[in-house]
């Protein structure tokens, strides 16, 4: 199978769709993204890379940091233990819904994917890491993908900042049921929250993360990344609620693991053992990337890499 190929029909397939797709504009710095840049990145099970499009164009991480913070939170706390403040159910609502959270059992979000998820994972690092926890998932970030120039963007941290008033609501809900332990600095837990979705990174990035992800915590030199067991779970994880209230279409039409961002990220996990991130910041009304869908759709149909 000539992968170049399989990269240049789907990317030519779906980047008929980049109309259909709309750059998040709740964040005012996401809004000004490009929506016609597209790219994919894809690393071959025998560790041979194949890119096409602006793979190495830099956007941020958003959501799927959310990965990189559940696995901090798995390699400092007990699964049981994290299950009292973080769910593993996928959700109905959209990834930074209230209702959700208040109808939620005891107001525990249903899983680390969901915006409430990903703060009460932070607040967990927070109160062992203080204000050390940025760094720490930056640094872990950096390790797992396997580039140690990643850094935050400062501008898309001030507009995230500057504009999440549903994430502050959350916050507050989350304090309120004492989801989120009540000596928290508020700020403190959004600061890091903010500058951790704000990471800079491109396709090729991801592809290396899913790469890692999909070969049980392995990278490229066959180092233990991260454990097996993590890598599991967080691959169910995103196969039950990697794109929100889209992952049972997801499912049916991609049929990979997968965690989106509102940045127009892809990442994918596959244990055929292919390592596979896409890129184009117009989205869907769920939260993800159109075209990076769309590609994701075409490969997964050359491969045959559907894993239902
Ligand atoms: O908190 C937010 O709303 C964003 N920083 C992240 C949301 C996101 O990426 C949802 N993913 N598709």
Redesign the pocket.
């Known amino acids: 199978m000539d992968l170049n190929k399989v990269l240049t029909k789907a990317y030519d397939y779906a980047i008929t769709y980049t109309d259909a797709g709309v750059p998040a504009n709740y964040i005012p710095e996401l809004a000004k993204e490009d929506k016609t840049k597209a790219g994919c990145s894809l690393i071959s099970p025998d560790g041979k890379l194949y890119e096409i499009g602006s793979s190495r164009y830099k956007f941020s991480i ?2 799927i940091i959310k990965i990189i913070i559940y696995l901090c939170v798995l390699e400092n706390h007990e699964f049981d233990y994290i299950k009292q403040y973080i769910g593993v159910k996928p959700s109905s609502k959209p ?2 819904s209230i209702i959700e959270l208040e109808l939620s059992n005891k107001n525990i979000p249903v899983n680390p994917f969901i ?1 409430a998820g990903a703060i009460v994972a932070c607040s967990l690092l927070q109160k062992k890491y203080g204000n050390n926890t940025f760094d720490l998932i930056l640094n872990r970030t950096r390790d797992v993908i396997g580039n140690d120039k990643l850094d935050y963007s400062r501008s898309i941290y001030n507009s ?1 900042n500057s504009s ?1 008033f549903a ?1 502050r609501a959350l916050t507050y809900m989350l304090l309120n049921s004492d989801i989120i332990d009540k000596n928290i600095n508020v700020d403190d837990l959004l600061n890091t929250y903010f500058k951790s ?1 704000s990471i800079l990174v491109d396709a090729h990035d991801l592809s290396n993360l899913s790469f890692v992800l999909s070969r049980d915590g392995k990278d490229m030199s066959g180092n233990q990344i991260l454990n097996k067991e993590h890598a599991l779970i967080i691959r169910t994880l995103m196969a039950t609620c990697g794109t929100y209230d889209y992952s049972g279409d997801f499912a049916i039409r991609i049929g990979l693991p997968a965690k ?3 940045g127009g990220g892809i990442v994918t996990a596959s244990k055929a053992g292919y390592g596979i991130g896409v890129y184009c910041p117009g989205l869907d009304s769920h ?2 990337s159109y075209v990076g869908t769309r590609i994701l759709e075409s490969i997964s149909k050359e491969l045959n890499l559907n894993i239902y």
């Open positions: 958003q959501s990834f930074n915006n995230e999440a994430n979705c989106s961002g509102v939260g993800n």
